[in-house]
């Protein structure tokens, strides 16, 4: 180890407030699906910066969007009108299913559930909600309420609610769970961090349905399944339902911290001016980013790269003959491979002995969020990689 490369390291482990455990390599630059370390090593970036990266690090567009904002204007507050923000928004409610067109800005994925539970507390008045058990929609206070993980929660109660957790994909307990003081039920269409579970059209629609049998409002999550990752713009287009509301981030700004609450007009409507705000929402540096990024994946397509290379990921892993896999799942480039055992020590074989980063989901899960302009050669690679570490051990 050098000495640099020991003072990086020792002074973030030394300085940070320790509640993540750190890969061990100090990652210092990005480009399309790859990422180098400070010894100069390369990797394929299959945790995507958990699946924000879809255009790629260091999208050039993106890059010179932000360098170019960056010059002109930064900050500004959403009291104040600006142009970056006006192209942003008219641009990203173009690009959501017809009728979410009220959207509230922030910056990272929690803030955007934080906001759908409060829109929806003041378009119902109910504080009510259901949620999916093995979901996950963050950790701050609100969020963490819809989370579903007692480990997440636990330490942290009382929390908002109550909260109704249901079997991801039952029906029935969905339809019992949801009454007339239900303010909303939140699904993520294809579930992340609980282990890359793609939801039923079927289980969707009655959701849907049974929500608004009882005046309730239909969210979707589509802060990791949103932005082509799926092979779709978003993941609700696999499954024909349009939701009341939709929480947006991750990869919708190319890489710089953003959020959002996509929603129907009524529901907005009902928010009394000032119950909601945040400083860096809809700041002119995120917008011009995000603008960018929409732009790159319309111009190119990128679902269609995301359904084709998911399909070579997926059906690579497939053909994997290891008795160590238990199923491998998932949708576009949203893919995860559930092995009979824990996965940390395979992923760690894959990083160190492969130059592949990926994450975990679930102890049992190997989950792969690379950018979506990953190329075959790479999905190759991920592949034969898999199948020698798990030979391996
Ligand atoms: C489905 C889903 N919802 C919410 C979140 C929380 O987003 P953030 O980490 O930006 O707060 C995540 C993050 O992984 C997520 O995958």
């Not at 890359?196 to 929500?211: C, G, H, M, S, Y």
């Not at 049998?213 to 399944?225: C, K, P, R, V």
């Not at 978003?234 to 339902?241: K, L, N, S, W």
């Not at 008795?323 to 995860?336: N, P, Q, Y």
Request: charged share 20%.
């Amino acid at each position: 180890m050098t000495a640099t490369q020991s003072r990086w390291l020792e002074q973030e482990l030394r300085y940070d407030s320790g509640v993540y455990t750190k890969h061990t390599h100090v990652i210092v630059r990005g480009e399309g699906a790859h990422v180098w370390d400070e010894e100069g090593r390369e990797y394929i970036d299959c945790i995507g910066g958990y699946g924000v990266a879809n255009v790629g690090h260091a999208n050039p567009e993106v890059v010179s969007a932000i360098a170019e904002q960056a010059s002109r204007l930064m900050v500004l507050p959403q009291s104040v009108p600006n142009d970056r923000r006006s192209e942003f928004l008219t641009e990203l409610a173009a690009t959501l299913p017809s009728g979410l067109d009220r959207i509230f800005l922030c910056n990272s994925g929690a803030e955007a559930v934080e906001a759908a539970m409060k829109f929806s507390m003041t378009a119902t008045g109910r504080h009510r909600f259901v949620a999916m058990k093995r979901g996950f929609s963050g950790r701050t206070l609100g969020a963490v309420s819809l989370t579903w993980d007692p480990a997440y929660r636990e330490p942290f109660m009382p929390l908002i609610g109550p909260v109704e957790f249901v079997p991801f994909g039952d029906s029935e307990a969905l339809r019992a769970a949801i009454d007339d003081q239900t303010a909303a039920v939140l699904i993520e269409p294809v579930q992340g961090e609980g282990g890359v579970r793609p939801a039923t059209a079927e289980f969707l629609q009655a959701a849907r349905e049974a929500a608004h049998a009882h005046g309730a409002l239909f969210l979707l999550d589509e802060i990791q399944t949103g932005f082509c990752r799926t092979g779709k713009m978003f993941a609700q287009e696999h499954f024909g339902v349009v939701p009341d509301g939709m929480t947006l981030a991750k990869a919708m700004a190319g890489g710089v911290p953003i959020g959002a609450f996509a929603m129907r007009e009524e529901i907005a409507k009902k928010m009394p001016k000032g119950g909601h705000g945040t400083t860096f929402g809809g700041n002119p540096l995120a917008m011009a980013a995000g603008l960018a990024a929409l732009r790159f994946m319309k111009n190119h397509r990128l679902w269609e790269s995301a359904a084709a290379q998911g399909e070579r990921l997926i059906s690579g892993l497939r053909s994997i003959s290891n008795s160590k896999i238990r199923e491998v799942r998932g949708l576009g480039l949203m893919v995860g491979v559930e092995l009979k055992e824990k996965a940390a020590p395979y992923l760690e074989a894959l990083e160190r002995d492969h130059q592949i980063l990926a994450l975990q989901a679930t102890p049992l899960v190997m989950r792969f969020l690379p950018p979506l302009v990953i190329s075959p050669e790479d999905v190759d690679r991920v592949v034969a990689a898999v199948a020698a570490v798990l030979a391996d051990r």
